[in-house]
């Protein structure tokens, strides 16, 4: 006795979502159809207008339904500054803080060789790219203080300061092996007006 | 600094998957757009599939895409046997057991008052009138053990044998507070074997 296949298609596709396996897929799958189909419809339309709508911005590489995203377009921002973040979740952290008025480049992750992910994977090329288009005078390393996060801001700094760039690093405020989206916004808010030059 | 109405429509939409609340639904959306498109995709279409061509078997309450599910179709059973269980996935632990060769009804849930689940959450009209087709001669109620599964095999014993049926239940070779999907395959073939009169 095999579940009907939408049902079945449902279960494979679901696993699809970061830790579930094939019980929770199942349990899942039942709950929704039973209990919320309205919600389970409005997932899968949510699903397929994001992966349809949603691109990376031209110049940070956020998620962005225009060609540039509403930060970058933002006039008012200090083109001097160009704040480098692991992910959205960070840079919206750091945006709480509201102690830093530049624009950002968002790798979309971290360097970890292990897991295949070099320099191609975060974006490098057009992370100096950006650095370098003339306006940007100092760019502040916002990766994550984590082994991988060190490791980026690295790799990032010798890039940068090879082309003569300032490069500066969030001060240890944030607690080591901490990471931006769990620290609170006044640690962050510190962490941003002691950061050192690197 | 809001995310893109597409990121936070599916954000939002995630809520939708039991035990997913803000901070999971966030990650969830992130990993599937940064990491896995094409599974984000499918599962959209899976989840659309699914709320669109998946309704009850007309027979046995379970899910299927057909008027009357395969199981329900089988003309080799035994039309004189009902076993009740409480999920399509209870059922098919029974039949794992190759123990039972009857018909099924399946509640898609338990009485549960304090959750508001009661008789017509349960289909127990439905299951009134299918266990009194005519060929049906004994229903084997196959509810869990807990206390909830119990009361629920208590209310349909009582009406089901005030309409004159036999009606068994599944010996207690299934540990007490045991929840049949998640018990092996050889108790449950015990249980079956042993039900007994109710
Ligand atoms: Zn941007
Ligand atoms: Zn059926």
Avoid: W
């Amino acid at each position: 006795m095999k579940p009907p296949s939408a049902l079945a298609t449902l279960i494979d596709a679901l696993r699809a979502l970061p830790g579930v396996g094939p019980k929770s897929a199942h349990r899942i799958a039942y709950h929704l159809m039973q209990h919320d189909r309205p919600g389970a419809e409005r997932l899968g339309n949510a699903l397929l207008n994001a992966t349809s709508s949603l691109h990376h911005c031209a110049k940070c590489n956020t998620f962005t339904e225009a060609d540039i995203c509403e930060t970058c377009a933002d006039e008012e921002r200090d083109a001097s500054l160009l704040c480098v973040v692991e992910t959205p979740a960070d840079q919206a952290m750091l945006e709480q803080t509201m102690t830093y008025k530049g624009f950002y480049f968002v790798l979309m992750g971290r360097l970890s060789p292990l897991d295949g992910i070099g320099p191609r994977e975060i974006h490098f090329d057009r992370l100096m790219k950006r650095a370098t288009d003339g306006a940007v005078r100092e760019v502040v390393l916002a990766t994550n203080f984590t082994n991988e996060g060190e490791a980026t801001a690295h790799y990032i700094a010798q890039a940068l300061k090879a082309r003569g760039l300032a490069v500066s690093r969030l001060a240890r405020g944030v607690p080591v092996g901490g990471e931006l989206e769990y620290v609170d916004a006044g640690t962050i808010a510190r962490a941003v007006l002691d950061r050192r030059s690197v």
